[in-house]
C-alpha cells in the first residue's frame, strides 16, 4: 500500500491519477494539496505517531509530492512517540532543505517503509532532451545555462536554492527559500534592457525521491513577466506540469524551454 505525501500545489495530484490504486493521501497541517482532499492530515509534533498509523494502516511505501515549508514546532504538542525523533526533527528543521528531507527520507525509513520518487510512479512527467518549443535558445543563451549550471554546484555546498537567472554570464538572482516564481517576480522591476535564462536543476548529490524541481503555467508567466528569453531545465531532473500548455503558452509568447543533459 502506498501513501501519498502531498503538499501544496498540483504535483500531488498529477501523481495521483496516474497510480492504478488511490493511495493513502496525507498532509501537513497548514501545507494542504489544491485538489486532492487527505486521508490524514498530522502535525509535526505527532510524527512519530504518524508514522506509527502508517505501517498500522499496512503502508510499505511513501512517495511525498508537493510543496511544504518548514513548520513552527510547539513543543507542547509533542507527543510520547515523538519525543525521541526531536534531535532529529530539530537537525532537519535548521538544516537546507535537502538535508531537512534527507532527515525526513531516514526517519520514513526506519519505521520500514519504502521511499518512492513522484517521478519514479510518474515518469511522464519529465520532458525528453532537446528543445520543445518553436523558438531556441542562441550561443548566448546556452553559455548562460552553462554558467546557470556553474552557479547552482556553487549554491549545492550551502544547500540553498535550484534556480538561478543569468544573462550575458551575469547572475541576476538565485533561488532562496521564497521559491523560483518569488525570484522570478523580484526581476519584475530589473532596470535593463531584459533577456536572460532561467536556469534549474536539482542540486548536484540531492536525494531525488523528494523535492525534484518543478515548473509549470506560472513559471512561463513569471519568465516572461521578468523579462526572460527562455528556461533551461536539467533533463531527468526537473518535473514539468501540464506539459501541453506550458509549451504552447512558451510559443505564443516567443519564449524557449531547453531541456538538456545534466552538466559534468
Same mark, same amino acid.
Given at each position: 500500500m502506498l501513501a501519498l505525501i502531498a503538499g501544496a500545489g498540483a504535483l500531488p495530484d498529477e501523481v495521483a491519477i496516474r497510480l492504478q490504486d488511490r493511495p493513502l493521501v496525507c498532509s501537513m497541517a497548514g501545507f494542504l494539496p489544491d485538489r486532492l482532499k487527505p486521508d490524514v492530515v498530522f502535525r509535526i509534533e505527532h510524527l512519530g505517531s504518524f508514522l506509527a498509523d502508517l505501517k498500522a494502516r499496512g503502508v510499505t511505501e511513501v512517495c511525498m509530492a508537493g510543496a511544504v515549508g518548514r513548520p513552527v514546532v510547539d513543543p507542547s504538542q509533542i507527543d510520547t512517540? @515523538? #519525543?525521541?525523533? $526531536?534531535? $532529529? *526533527? /530539530?537537525? &532537519? =528543521? &535548521? @538544516? !537546507?532543505?535537502? !538535508?531537512? #528531507?534527507? &532527515?525526513? *527520507? !531516514? =526517519? *520514513?525509513e526506519q519505521a520500514g517503509m519504502t521511499v518512492r520518487a513522484a517521478q519514479e510512479i510518474a515518469p511522464d512527467l519529465l520532458l525528453p532532451v532537446g528543445c520543445v518549443t518553436a523558438s531556441a535558445p542562441g550561443d548566448q543563451e546556452s553559455s548562460d545555462a552553462r554558467r546557470g549550471a556553474t552557479i547552482l554546484r556553487a549554491m549545492a555546498v550551502a544547500d540553498v536554492g535550484q534556480a538561478c537567472v543569468v544573462h550575458r554570464g551575469q547572475a541576476l538572482a538565485i533561488e532562496s527559500v521564497f521559491g523560483t516564481d518569488w525570484m522570478l517576480n523580484s526581476l519584475a522591476q530589473r532596470p535593463d534592457a531584459g533577456g536572460g535564462v532561467l536556469y534549474k536543476a536539482p542540486k548536484p548529490g540531492q536525494d531525488r525521491r523528494a523535492d525534484l524541481p518543478t515548473i509549470g503555467i506560472d513559471t512561463v508567466t513569471a519568465a516572461v513577466a521578468a523579462g526572460l528569453s527562455g528556461i533551461v531545465i536539467e533533463a531527468g531532473g526537473v518535473i514539468v506540469l501540464d506539459q501541453s500548455r506550458v509549451i504552447a503558452e512558451c510559443d505564443r509568447? !516567443? #519564449?524557449?524551454?531547453? $531541456? /538538456?543533459?545534466? &552538466?559534468?
Open positions: 512517540a @515523538t #519525543l525521541p525523533l $526531536v534531535p $532529529v *526533527i /530539530q537537525q &532537519a =528543521l &535548521a @538544516t !537546507g532543505d535537502d !538535508g531537512a #528531507l534527507r &532527515a525526513v *527520507i !531516514g =526517519l *520514513i509568447l !516567443g #519564449l524557449f524551454l531547453m $531541456v /538538456q543533459e545534466r &552538466a559534468c
